[in-house]
């Protein structure tokens, strides 16, 4: 089973432009708690590399492109996130890596949870035999 699982946002883009929408209750399978967005990241800059024991979310590339890097503690998957209308829905207990960010690439992430520290798993080998 693939651990890149995009949902297909309804592209309402027209000849003036583009529109995506996002709705709660709909296209999103969990409460969303939080949003946030990473912009301006440095080039050659990689980020993320931890999971989280509870958190779920769905990241966008609302602009620009960015590459993902998945991992269950069995196997890695790697996808190119490059289409504003694709959300990559991340499930709890899954690592995340994100590299390759294009200089005007905006990455949104809708959250299921607040922020919290005490979630994250920031040490590979630690998650790995928690997940395994
Ligand atoms: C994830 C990937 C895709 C907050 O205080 N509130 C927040 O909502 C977030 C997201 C972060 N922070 C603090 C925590 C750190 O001190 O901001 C700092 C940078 O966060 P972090 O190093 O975790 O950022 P990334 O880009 O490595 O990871 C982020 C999310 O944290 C993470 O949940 O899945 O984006």
């Known amino acids: ?61 609302v602009k620009g492109s960015c590459e993902f890097i998945l991992d269950d503690g069995k196997k890695r998957e790697t996808l190119a996130l490059d289409n504003p209308c694709k959300g990559l829905l991340i499930e709890s207990m899954i690592w995340r890596e994100m590299r390759n960010f294009t200089d005007d690439c905006v990455l949104m992430v809708i959250a299921s949870e607040h922020f919290s520290e005490s979630d994250y798993i920031r040490d590979y080998d630690q998650f790995v035999s928690l997940a395994t």
């Open 1 to 61: 089973m693939t651990l890149l699982n995009i949902i297909n946002f309804p592209d309402l883009s027209d000849e003036r432009g583009g529109l995506v929408a996002i709705e709660t209750g709909k296209d999103i399978p969990f409460k969303v708690e939080r949003v946030y967005f990473i912009h301006s990241t440095q080039t050659g800059v990689s980020r993320g590399f931890h999971a989280h024991k509870k958190l779920k979310q769905i990241a966008f590339c």
